[in-house]
């Protein structure tokens, strides 16, 4: 089953820092981006899997990771209920993940469980609240995981 939401909202400001290290901060951990091991992660901690599918070049997906990403509630919410992981759609496991779920749009936003029989899609950037708001309907809406 498949659930696709669209989001577009314009950011009230773009922060052009460079993006904050995210080992450091309170937002968002991403787990390092190797789809088997996020699977085998996600199955272990029974919890689901939160995919960033990105591309470097695109300017609403550096929003995310500047803005929304580093977020403490964000962070707070997505590291208790999922294993998170970013995967640049034009290079490692990406390339395969692209094609498998016909990423066409970026960011595409996808939460999963970890076996991957129930996928809920969002596209576009988020803000931190929206953000928790898709990670809530999922939770709340998607066969748990026995």
């Not at 080992?23 to 789809?35: A, L």
């Not at 990403?69 to 992981?85: L, R």
């Not at 939460?111 to 929206?130: R, V």
């Amino acid at each position: 089953t498949a659930m696709i939401f669209a989001f577009v909202t314009l950011p009230e400001k773009v922060d052009t820092k460079p993006a904050v290290n995210n080992k450091t901060d309170k937002g968002i951990r991403f787990v390092e981006p190797n789809w088997i091991k996020a699977i085998e992660q996600a199955k272990k901690e029974k919890k689901m899997i939160f995919v960033d599918a990105y591309t470097t070049w695109c300017g609403p997906c550096r929003m995310l990771k500047q803005n929304t990403f580093p977020d403490k509630a964000a962070g707070e919410f997505f590291n208790k209920h999922f294993i998170n992981i970013a995967l640049d759609m034009e290079k490692g496991d990406g390339l395969a993940f692209a094609e498998k779920y016909q990423i066409r749009a970026y960011p595409t936003l996808l939460i999963m469980d970890a076996d991957l029989k129930s996928t809920s899609i969002a596209e576009g950037y988020m803000n931190p609240a929206q953000l928790i708001e898709f990670g809530k309907y999922v939770i709340n809406n998607v066969p748990k995981i026995k």
